[in-house]
């Protein structure tokens, strides 16, 4: 008998390249149950993106696992620019989803905040929420029933920036940057969370020593994400400067602590999140311990480079049985 899962997880995202790698090591991995997925603007439209949630699971011949549409605009502001610039035409590195693979999969008949609210309630202390795009939901399920911050087991997302420069202004980081009213919400909220933020994911990278070994692997989830990234890559060399095809691993660091969290390291701060101004989607943490009065969140600075990659390659570069 297979040991049981560590991690019961709703994975809200905005696939995206970076998604649907943190999304297929998930699935590859038996530390992690995905319970469903929630989708949000972001990446794309959440149009796009729960298409590609839907393909996602698709691909992975999972289409038991729940997909529910989310939020398609923040909770205040406008829907601004999305990520098509990063993540390629169709949000998944041109690969040529303009489609649904399976036109009969349908997301379920719910809001996606009323699915966490849901699942959370009906399983309490037991669901990890695992955002990895703008905290909409998250937001929206605590107006809707405040009492799912005390009954999951813990948030870790993938957004922010404590001390390192933002990534879509010079102080804010994407995630964030989407919608700052719910990410204030959320980080006032008394739940645990774990920040994989750009300090730690601008330090995890994958180059091409780690795509070709996908590319060439014959494992389905790995030659998927090798011809995914490609768009991905060539906005890192052109944007970063970064070279020999590498990209940084936003997204996967979250999964990768949930299967092994002593490859990480962080500090515990208050944050504070600007919803106008220069500052707006910052994430500014209370070093002192001494200012913000919400609860404190654990923000992951560093990370172990070479185990994440180990992980990642022996999961997703997995020569199937013939
Ligand atoms: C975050 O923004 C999105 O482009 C990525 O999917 C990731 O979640 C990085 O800032
Ligand atoms: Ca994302």
Not at 84 to 91: I, L, Q, R, T
Not at 95 to 109: F, T
Not at 171 to 182: F, L, Q, T, W
Request: hydrophobic share 45%.
């Amino acid at each position: 008998m297979p040991a049981p899962a560590q991690h019961r997880i709703i994975f809200d995202t905005d696939p995206g390249v970076d998604d649907a790698m943190a999304l297929l090591l998930a699935l590859r991995s038996p530390e992690i149950d995905v319970v469903g997925l929630t989708t949000v603007f972001g990446n794309s439209t959440v149009d796009v993106t729960t298409r590609n949630a839907l393909n996602l699971l698709a691909l992975a011949g999972r289409t038991d696992i729940p997909v529910a549409r989310g939020a398609g605009c923040p909770l205040v502001m406008p829907l601004g620019g999305t990520g098509e610039w990063v993540h390629g035409d169709d949000a998944m590195g041109n690969v040529g989803w303009h489609a649904q693979l399976d036109p009969a999969q349908r997301p379920v008949d719910k809001h996606a905040a009323e699915f966490i609210v849901e699942q959370v309630m009906a399983h309490p202390g037991e669901i990890t929420l695992v955002p990895v795009a703008p905290l909409t939901n998250l937001a929206l399920a605590l107006r809707l029933e405040p009492r799912v911050a005390r009954n999951v087991r813990q948030v870790v997302m993938m957004g922010g920036a404590a001390l390192s420069p933002g990534n879509v202004s010079p102080v804010a980081e994407a995630n964030i940057y989407g919608d700052p009213h719910a990410a204030d919400i959320v980080f006032a909220a008394e739940w645990p969370i774990v920040m994989a933020g750009l300090d730690l994911t601008e330090s995890m990278h994958a180059d091409n020593r780690i795509w070709h070994l996908l590319r060439d692997s014959g494992d389905p989830f790995g030659v998927f994400l090798a011809r995914a990234v490609g768009f991905y890559q060539s906005f890192h060399a052109t944007w970063y400067g970064l070279e020999n095809g590498a990209t940084y691993m936003h997204d996967p660091c979250t999964i990768a602590y949930l299967i092994d969290p002593t490859l990480f390291e962080g500090e515990d701060w208050a944050i504070t999140v600007p919803v106008e101004g220069p500052a707006k989607g910052a994430t500014i943490v209370d070093r002192r311990g001494k200012f913000y009065k919400t609860p404190k969140v654990h923000c992951l600075l560093k990370g172990d480079e070479t185990g994440l990659l180990r992980l990642f390659q022996q999961r997703l570069a997995k020569i199937p049985p013939q």
